[in-house]
């Protein structure tokens, strides 16, 4: 892997709307391990560190795992326990 030593913007293929039009997301890697976001279009980048975007996908990933085990265990009467075990492994293929 090399270093990231200047910023990288992509464009997104996703459009979200604001004030009465559908703009692309323009999504930045920038030095200082910093992920910014921004319509295109507009100059208000907002920027979050990358080690605050992997502690957010962690969260999204144990709060499904949570829902589904209370599924499991609502549907099928297992403990919770059992519930988040089998949970753990019908999501286990998200993480790849």
Known sequence: MTDL???VR???IGRRREKS???PMI???????LVGVRLQGTRQTYRISIEGVYEYAL???LAR???????NAK?????L????????????DDLK
Request: glycine content about 4%; aromatic content about 0%.
């Open 5 to 7: 030593k200047k910023t």
């Open 10 to 12: 992509r464009v997104t």
């Open 21 to 23: 039009k559908a703009r």
């Open 27 to 33: 999504v930045s890697l920038e030095p200082g391990d």
């Open 59 to 61: 969260r999204q990933h």
């Open 65 to 71: 795992i949570d829902k589904r085990a209370r599924q």
């Open 75 to 79: 549907s099928e009467g297992l403990r």
């Open 81 to 92: 326990r059992s519930a988040t075990a089998k949970a753990r492994k019908e999501l286990k």
